[in-house]
């Protein structure tokens, strides 16, 4: 029988809670349970096709402020916050999650939105004339 990844997931969050409450760790516990609500929370999102970030809830969409800012793919699967190609992130929280993994001079792009990204030399010709 095949297991869906998502289910996989909630199950081994499941598991955690119980895990802590047993141990009587009620911080991690309850740390795992909003895991658990946010993992639960993005799946309903997707099944009514309301595309907010991950971490913060922020609708998407550049109206929103939230526009897309990508990342290379072996990036992303450090900071997915489904563990795997799926999620959805707004640039502040992908951005939080680089940091929390110790991430540095991570190649970026916005591809929608107000901003037009410029190089470096750019961005140098602008700031001094
Ligand atoms: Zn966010």
Request: hydrophobic share 35%; charged share 20%.
């Amino acid at each position: 029988m095949r297991i869906d990844p998502w289910l996989h997931q909630i199950y081994m969050l499941i598991n955690q809670v119980l895990y802590f409450v047993n141990e009587g760790d009620f911080k991690n516990a309850e740390l795992n349970t909003k895991s658990l609500l946010k993992s639960i929370q993005y799946h309903l999102d997707l099944k009514n096709k309301t595309a907010a970030c991950y971490d913060c809830r922020r609708p998407y969409g550049h109206d929103n402020g939230f526009p897309d800012l990508l990342v290379q793919k072996s990036v992303w699967q450090k900071i997915s916050p489904t563990g795997h190609e799926g999620g959805l992130l707004c640039p502040c929280c992908l951005i939080k999650r680089l940091v929390d993994v110790g991430l540095k001079d991570v190649p970026a792009t916005f591809v929608s939105g107000p901003l037009k990204m410029i190089t470096e030399e750019e961005m140098n010709k602008i700031f001094t004339n």
